[in-house]
């Protein structure tokens, strides 16, 4: 594989086609809304700049990265010539299934087409290809460059050897990959939603203000983030999309997403991305201070 296409290019995809690009491939990076494109390759100039910066890459790996990143708003030019699809497009399943309808037809019948999904079925999405074979999720964690895991989900009908394909691929990209079954929430999600929205339950029952609640983890159980801003970090709307598919996945009472998230994505506080969540963002991540009403 050398030849790969991102689909969005919102947190996670610029992660993502940052990563390809430094190991070398060549990455197309699509997105419906080009002023996102443009977002994202100022993000991977700078998350780049930091990495010289501290030493970690040169200034000619820097170079040489961007310039494997083509940017892209033709769904089917970006992808016609790749070996691999990774779809990092907003958390939503009538889009996921209507992008791996349109991608079956436009890719390679050898591409390889993965999700980065949160939570979504990946049997369900494969289901709409006729390569249910050759679809599997691959699952990053935010931020891409920096973070180890890659959660590679096997939907029912993905073969072992695009399975394998994908546990390689990750490796090359200095990941450590984990292979797990498809059921909603895979293992990350599946408890790790749990417990932020028991944080956001803690704090809209009034147990304890948000400095307090995140303090607790972090000290208490060496969490290196606490709860509340780590939400914020992900986006308030996708744990939020994912709490969903948790509770209709399984029927369970016990994934009902908390009342204060449900309003607080509702008015537009969707944590770093919007400038507020649980916390207030406007001088940047590193001094962000309590927002929420409940604290
Ligand atoms: N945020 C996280 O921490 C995190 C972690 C792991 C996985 N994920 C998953 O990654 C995916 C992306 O999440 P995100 O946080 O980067 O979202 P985001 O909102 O930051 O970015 C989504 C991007 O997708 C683009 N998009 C929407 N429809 C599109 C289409 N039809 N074609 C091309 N681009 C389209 C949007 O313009 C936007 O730029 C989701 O499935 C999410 O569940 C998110």
């Known amino acids: 594989m050398k030849n790969i296409a991102v ?52 200034e000619e790996l820097k170079a040489q990265t961007l310039s494997n990143i083509t940017t892209h708003t033709n769904l089917q030019s970006g992808v016609e010539d790749v070996d691999l699809i990774v779809e990092a497009a907003t958390e939503n399943i009538e889009l996921k299934l209507k992008i791996f309808k ?46 180890k895991l890659v959660e590679v989900i096997r939907g029912y009908a993905t073969s072992n050897e695009t399975t394998q394909s994908v546990m390689e691929l990750s490796q090359k990209l200095d990941k450590m990959p984990v292979e797990v079954n498809d059921y909603p929430g895979f293992v990350a999600n599946r408890i790790l939603m749990p417990m932020i929205n028991e944080a956001i339950y803690t704090l809209y029952e009034g147990v304890a203000g948000v400095q307090e609640i995140d303090t607790v983890m972090k000290l208490g159980m060496a969490h290196p ?46 944590g770093i991305k919007s400038g507020e969540g649980f916390y207030d963002y406007s001088n940047g991540p590193k001094d962000a201070k309590v927002a929420s009403k409940f604290a």
């Open 7 to 58: 689909i969005g290019s919102g947190t996670m995809g610029n992660g993502i086609a940052h990563t390809f690009a430094q190991f070398g491939y060549q990455v197309n990076l699509i997105d419906i809304n080009i002023d996102a494109l443009g977002r994202a390759i100022a993000t991977i100039t700078k998350n780049l700049e930091r990495q010289v910066a501290k030493g970690a890459i040169t």
């Open 102 to 147: 349109d991608l079956d037809q436009f890719a390679k019948p050898e591409a390889i087409l993965a999700s980065n999904t949160s939570s979504i079925s990946i049997t369900q999405i494969a289901a709409v290809t006729n390569r249910g074979d050759k679809v599997i999720g691959m699952h990053f964690m935010n931020p891409v460059p920096v973070m």
């Open 225 to 270: 983030m606490g709860p509340l801003q780590l939400a914020d970090f992900i986006g308030l709307d996708v744990c939020l999309a994912i709490l969903n598919v948790l509770y209709q996945g399984f029927g369970n009472p016990k994934y009902a997403p908390c009342p204060l998230l449900v309003n607080m994505v509702t008015a537009g506080k969707k």
